[in-house]
């Protein structure tokens, strides 16, 4: 029971944190567009690319999935 419980607190941080990489690389892409800073740019990209790999991996996208596909199902 304890094991859940754990597994759900670090889907949620994971959730958290990678919703904040997402938001701060797309900050970082459109200042760096701005300025015309490559290297920005690239950093910008990896921060919204290992953000949408927390969020996969956090099981929100599964959850839902499998969510929204038994609800329609009449027994």
Known sequence: MTNERVKS???YFMRFLGGVAV????????????QGNLVG???GVVFVAGGAFMLKRSGGASQARGAA????STR
């Not at 690389?25 to 567009?33: E, P």
């Open 41 to 43: 740019i690239v950093l």
């Open 9 to 11: 607190v670090g889907g």
């Open 23 to 34: 938001i701060i690389g797309i900050l970082a892409v459109f200042s760096s567009l701005s």
């Open 69 to 72: 596909s038994t609800s329609g």
